[in-house]
């Protein structure tokens, strides 16, 4: 404990005692007490008078035990008014729960020495596990967006200090209600039957951002352990987007936005390698994000500057005729405290032109769709020659049915079917009577704007004079809804694909507008290459891709493990006989790459991209407003001095002060 202390308002307290002492000596310096004497005449006592108001008005301060009394009084008010506060490490009780925060942000390197804010929070954990009573007990949970147990309930200092050593970083986001939840599930099971009506203190050493805290709940004490300050800079890439370009598929096109989260203006240049090779760079100036909240800048008036050019995001336009991983960097890395978020890259496999088939007895608009595009081997059958030659699914990205139900199907593949529906999975068209059912006259009311087939494409306008009613299974998703039921039909079964018009492009006028030029290039390339269109999709840390089965047995069939090689190094996963494989959770930013390279997944990105973590300005206030002590400053609390100056000084000084006048009184 540090028993010197300081104080919060000296200047008030300054005041006051400037102004109270010479107040109080001035009305002894004017006011000499005197007794009063009867006597039988003032003959005797004139001389005394003359004496008297030649020494008026002002007299000797004299020895005066109640004025040194008032005097050591009104000194103990004027320090009780200035606040004196002392920090203290409160030490562990009977038992304790520790919460160490493993998360992103907790990697910004902005403690003494540039050790991380995890560092801290160990090394505080540490010194507070040493302060464990000798009957004490005390657990570890480290926790990023999900807990994890590193040591159950025991006495032993060594065995809790191993395990505080034990938490490494990781690159996830944060929240608390899981690691809430077992921190009281692990009360509940107490080791010790006699300290069941034990309320746990719980210990919670994190920089507070947390994306729950309005779910959060808590049995034990809370004291939130602040670490990190609100003067850190952090520059940041939030936001990455890359696809290639339809008309030119050699051209891949790159958007990303930044964010400041420091306290002043920053500009950076943004360089764009391929496959580590510098292409090009751009520059961006960004205000501090901190700008944008009311709360600060109520606290600070006059530090936003409304002349300041704001340009934060960059495109980049490149050709990338191959395969490559385009990685963005920012470059200003002065005071940067987190690196996770100064970098961000997305996996480009080589331009692909689709092979397409479609089998129809003849439509001249699907024809000059065909011809239009720019595809590798557009093919067409007619709905005999199609079950004749029976193709397998890998001869065509796309198989296209125009107005006929086949009678055999590939075991797997991409479908798109016009006027009809598929006769092998849940997604079908409805009958009655062993008919088709059909539905006249319909509108488009709704449809799913963000769609990556229906992004920029007008559909509002659609009609069909004729469509048919469809059974859409739970799990299927209608693109476009019509006055009378779904028009367009997105359904995922095994490893087919269907997309199902429930129109006649000839009963309808979709190919007379804009809709459908627009529409089906983005249909082709979504249903052959995925909803990013080309581009591999990046995930955040901590997701775990899921691999289909048959991309896995392309390359390793009957393989007993897949080496998984990432940031943290590589490691050996167990695929199981059957089913799709999931890999581990992705802790780190940065590529992974599988061994044997399984196809679509041969290498994948791992990036931030997380506001949240990127703003290392830590919160004041414990997460859901739980607990009422926020420590800091290593661990240390606060105690405020006043009241124990009043209670045991302030208070028996007065009672003596009163006792020594009225004693004077009746003397």
């Not at 006011?31 to 003032?42: A, D, I, N, Q, W």
């Not at 390698?273 to 751009?282: C, E, F």
């Not at 979709?510 to 909803?531: E, R």
């Not at 997380?610 to 400053?633: H, K, Q, W, Y």
Request: charged content about 20%; proline content about 8%; glycine content about 4%.
């Amino acid at each position: 404990m540090s028993w010197f202390p300081h104080f919060l308002t000296p200047l008030p307290a300054a005041i006051a005692a400037a102004i109270a002492v010479p107040s109080l000596l001035l009305l002894y310096f004017l006011k000499l007490r005197r007794r009063e004497m009867p006597v039988s005449s003032t003959f005797l006592w004139k001389k005394a008078v003359r004496d008297l108001q030649v020494n008026a008005p002002f007299q000797k301060l004299r020895r005066n035990l109640l004025l040194f009394l008032q005097m050591l009084l009104l000194v103990l008010l004027c320090l009780a008014l200035a606040r004196p506060v002392s920090n203290y490490t409160p030490g562990a009780g009977k038992l304790s729960v520790i919460l160490v925060d493993r998360s992103a942000s907790m990697s910004a390197a902005d403690q003494p020495g540039r050790k991380t804010r995890l560092d801290e929070a160990k090394r505080r954990a540490s010194d507070f596990v040493s302060s464990l009573d000798r009957n004490g007990q005390a657990t570890i949970i480290a926790f990023d967006d999900k807990p994890e147990m590193m040591q159950t309930f025991t006495g032993d200092v060594s065995a809790l200090k191993a395990a505080i050593d034990r938490i490494t970083p990781t690159d996830r986001s944060t929240r608390l209600k899981m690691a809430f939840q077992l921190a009281d599930a692990q009360s509940v099971r107490l080791p010790d039957q006699s300290s069941a009506d034990v309320k746990p203190d719980v210990r919670l050493y994190s920089d507070g951002r947390v994306l729950d805290s309005d779910d959060l709940q808590l049995q034990g004490n809370l004291t939130y352990d602040k670490i990190g300050s609100d003067s850190d800079a952090n520059i940041a890439i939030v936001a990455l987007d890359a696809k290639r370009n339809y008309d030119e598929p050699k051209q891949v096109e790159v958007f990303a936005r930044l964010a400041n989260y420091g306290p002043k203006p920053a500009n950076a240049d943004v360089q764009l390698t391929v496959d580590g090779q510098l292409r090009s760079i751009a520059a961006v100036s960004l205000a501090p994000d901190r700008w944008s909240d009311p709360t600060w800048l109520k606290n600070h008036p006059g530090e936003k500057d409304d002349t300041y050019s704001i340009h934060d995001s960059v495109t980049f336009k490149i050709d990338m005729p191959s395969a490559g991983i385009v990685r963005l960097e920012q470059m200003n890395h002065d005071s940067d405290m987190l690196a996770a978020d100064d970098s961000a890259q997305v996996v480009v496999p080589s331009p692909k032109s689709l092979s397409v088939l479609l089998v129809t007895d003849g439509n001249y608009f699907l024809e000059r769709m065909m011809s239009s595009l720019s595809l590798e081997n557009p093919a067409q059958m007619t709905p005999q020659q199609y079950e004749q030659k029976q193709p397998k699914d890998t001869d065509f990205d796309v198989i296209i049915f125009d107005r006929y139900y086949p009678k055999w199907m590939p075991d797997a593949g991409n479908f798109i079917y016009f006027g009809c529906a598929p006769t092998n999975a849940k997604l079908k068209a409805a009958t009655e009577n062993d008919k088709y059912v059909l539905l006249n006259d319909v509108e488009v009311i709704d449809w799913q704007r963000d769609h990556p087939m229906l992004r920029h494409v007008p559909i509002a306008k659609i009609f069909a004079a004729h469509m048919l009613k469809l059974d859409v299974p739970p799990d299927a998703q209608t693109l476009v809804e019509g006055t009378k039921g779904p028009m367009i039909v997105l359904d995922h079964e095994a490893s087919s694909t269907y997309l199902v018009f429930a129109f006649d492009v000839l009963d309808s006028n979709l190919p007379l507008t804009v809709t459908f030029p627009l529409f089906m290039p983005q249909a082709l390339q979504y249903l052959a290459l995925g909803s990013d269109m080309n581009v591999r999709p990046s995930f955040q840390p901590g997701d775990t891709p899921k691999i289909p089965r048959a991309k896995l047995d392309q390359v390793a069939l009957g393989a007993k493990s897949i080496r998984l090689i990432g940031p943290g190094g590589s490691r050996d996963v167990a695929v199981p006989p059957t089913g799709d494989f999931v890999l581990p959770t992705l802790d780190r930013v940065g590529i992974y790459k599988t061994d044997p390279p399984i196809p679509h997944y041969e290498q994948i990105a791992v990036n931030l991209l997380d506001a949240n973590e990127s703003n290392l300005f830590p919160a004041d206030a414990p997460p859901g407003s739980i607990g009422t002590a926020v420590a800091s400053g290593g661990g240390k609390s606060r105690l405020e001095l006043w009241w124990w100056l009043i209670a045991c000084a302030g208070l028996p000084l007065l009672m003596i002060e009163w006792w020594v006048y009225t004693r004077r009184v009746h003397l």
